[in-house]
């Protein structure tokens, strides 16, 4: 089992950054890839990001040059560096865990998810 908290969400203007954090237990982040995805109101959870255990790194196109993934072994944490924030960033952002996981897009490859945290840019 693998227990995922999420913080470091708010309100934030355009142009602003915010990082957020993925802290786990249960097992160490070295042995699996965490993904960040992220829902909008009355839309699908879509990816965003993906640190594999390899430490391999994926973006959704929209983000790639904004955002960056991270893991710090020794705090058992993935993060979330975004920067150049826009309007349409605004989303619940949730990370999720797989064990051994390639990094993967697809949320259903996902065994293991955090309770997200609000991330809000205004205009």
């Known amino acids: 089992q693998v227990q995922l908290v999420e913080s470091g969400g708010g309100l934030v203007q355009t142009g602003g950054s915010l990082r957020l954090s993925c802290a786990a237990s249960g097992r160490t982040v070295s042995t699996v890839a965490v993904g960040w995805f992220r829902q909008a109101p009355g839309k699908e959870r879509e990816f965003v990001a993906t640190?594999?255990?390899?430490?391999?790194?994926l973006y959704a196109d929209s983000v790639k040059g904004r955002f960056a993934i991270s893991r710090d072994i020794s705090k058992n944490t993935v993060y979330l560096q975004m920067n150049s924030l826009k309007p349409e960033d605004t989303a619940v952002y949730y990370c999720?865990?797989?064990?051994?996981?390639?990094?993967?897009?697809?949320?259903?490859?996902?065994?293991?998810w955090g309770q997200g945290t609000q991330v809000t840019v205004s205009s």
């Open positions: 640190i594999s255990w390899r430490s391999n790194t």
């Open positions: 999720a865990a797989e064990n051994y996981g390639p990094g993967s897009r697809e949320k259903s490859e996902y065994d293991y």
